[in-house]
């Protein structure tokens, strides 16, 4: 996939406008998060000798700290997102000179982040634990972590306890890598999978230029739009989720089946299903890129046919080597949230089973039928991203079909909606609806992720719930600043449409 998509010349020249402060107040933010990360973040019980340090003692265990430690959490996250915000707005015409200062902010941004206590997820947690699984010779596709004696004391959220992994070999053995350097110490091994999670962020800051280039769209915005963005850096390096190595990998992948090295495409993005299987959905597209522009339908499914057969079989032989085979495909099933309020399928399923339930029906079920539905509506649109469509947008075709993944399901957790920002960024996103849409989704994730998942300790007056309304309170707040009066960047979730310029789609 050769094509570019034309595009017009800038509207204004390209000139930058003081933006070292813009990545100062971003880096203050970041500083705050670290800080409320000491009171608030999630701490083992396993880590004695942090557990002593006086700061943390009180941060931890006096509400007084507990409160200063939620206030600074929200505003710094907050202070980020207006940072990333005005960034931008200083980076007029996005010309060569921009790329430095926006790789500096993804750096100044990161670094604090890359210190803190896990923020918004437990997940790293759970990773040590599937670790020890390893180590002890289980089969974590069968053996939950409540097999290994101590795991409430690496601080594993014990709801999943007893569930399979339902991640690959590759990260099944990275897990057992870090364990087995660290001996299962947890702020070691936190060190380590954060160093893992920096790759595949560095990955995705190699690669989101390259591909946004093969589209003739501006590479330092769509930079600035993926790696500088609030929520790509608070999932992949404050919440150290392993989908940073999967996204980092898939995209890799995606650029080298793009310059017509589909065999590395397809190593590249089979290491990114044996990370976690979602990518999977890469592979019909970079068959679509080997089979070549213009590909009679015999010749579709011969490549599509080779794709699968090469990725399927490098699986088969990882499975082989760790003695597993392909049962991280049935722990595919492990059970999670069934639905959230805010995704419009988990909405739509509640306002039916509530109907449903007040005329003597059994709403629930109604409701998992929507749920049904909604994933054979996804499916739908897959096929047709698949099928229909222009070989010049494959990249496009494929942001779409892994958008209606996210969007048609009943749940949608921040870092799914990450996955996405990516490849709609390399394929243009235009200065109007687009961009303010997307400006809006970052608030309220940001919001959403400040007053969710706090370390609040369970035996003084300050309840968690009490504690994440004053979270919930001072982020809205300050959402309700930039969105309505800060003169500044009100002007971003109001302008009406512009004409296009580098790196806007056509």
Not at 106 to 113: C, L, R, S
Not at 223 to 249: E, K, R
Not at 272 to 298: D, H, R
């Amino acid at each position: 996939m050769t094509a570019q998509v034309p595009v017009t010349e800038p509207s204004s020249a390209p000139r930058v406008d003081r933006p070292n402060t813009a990545i100062l107040q971003g880096f203050i933010g970041s500083l705050l998060m670290w800080a409320g990360s000491l009171g608030v973040g999630w701490l083992s019980l396993a880590s004695v000798e942090l557990r002593r340090i006086p700061l943390i003692i009180w941060l931890r265990f006096e509400p007084a700290g507990a409160v200063v430690s939620v206030l600074v959490l929200a505003v710094g996250g907050m202070l980020l997102v207006r940072s990333w915000l005005r960034l931008g707005q200083r980076l007029h015409g996005w010309g060569p000179e921009t790329r430095p200062y926006v790789l500096k902010a993804v750096i100044a941004w990161a670094a604090p982040m890359a210190v803190a206590l896990p923020l918004f997820s437990r997940d790293v947690f759970a990773y040590i634990a599937q670790g020890q699984v390893m180590v002890a010779g289980l089969n974590p596709y069968r053996d939950g972590y409540s097999q290994i004696s101590n795991y409430l004391q690496i601080g594993a959220d014990d709801l999943w306890a007893q569930s399979p992994t339902p991640y690959g070999p590759v990260f099944l053995w990275l897990e057992e890598l870090v364990v087995r350097i660290t001996a299962g110490q947890p702020d070691f091994s936190i060190i380590l999978f954060r160093v893992i999670a920096l790759a595949g962020v560095a990955l995705c800051v190699l690669m989101v230029p390259k591909l946004a280039a093969l589209h003739g769209i501006n590479a330092n915005r769509a930079l600035w739009l993926t790696a500088a963005n609030p929520l790509f850096l608070t999932n992949f390096v404050a919440s150290i989720h392993n989908d940073a190595l999967m996204l980092g990998l898939a995209l890799a992948g995606l650029y080298r089946a793009a310059v017509h090295r589909p065999l590395w495409g397809i190593l590249l993005v089979t290491l990114s299903v044996a990370i976690k299987p979602i990518t999977l959905l890469f592979l019909p597209f970079i068959g679509l890129m080997w089979a070549g522009k213009g590909a009679s339908w015999k010749r579709k499914f011969a490549y599509w046919g080779m794709t699968a057969g090469m990725s399927l079989g490098l699986l088969w032989i990882l499975g082989l080597i760790n003695g597993f085979g392909f049962g991280w495909v049935g722990a595919l099933s492990t059970p999670g949230s069934i639905w959230i309020w805010y995704a419009p399928i988990g909405y739509l399923g509640l306002v039916v089973a509530t109907l449903a339930g007040a005329l003597g029906l059994d709403g629930w079920f109604l409701a998992d039928l929507v749920h049904k539905a909604a994933r054979v509506a996804s499916l739908v649109i897959i096929a047709h991203q698949i099928f229909i469509g222009s070989h010049a947008r494959l990249v496009r075709r494929l942001a779409v079909a892994l958008a209606a993944v996210v969007l048609l399901a009943p749940i949608i957790q921040s870092w799914y909606v990450v996955w996405l920002i990516p490849l709609f960024a390399v394929t243009g996103i235009r200065e109007d609806w687009q961009v303010k849409t997307l400006y809006f989704t970052v608030s309220f994730f940001m919001i959403y992720a400040i007053s969710d998942q706090l370390d609040i300790f369970p035996y003084f007056e300050l309840s968690l719930t009490v504690a994440r309304q004053i979270a919930a309170v001072v982020a809205f707040a300050f959402a309700f600043y930039l969105v309505f009066l800060d003169p500044r960047t009100k002007v971003l979730f109001r302008r009406r449409f512009r004409p296009r310029g580098p790196g806007m789609l056509r």
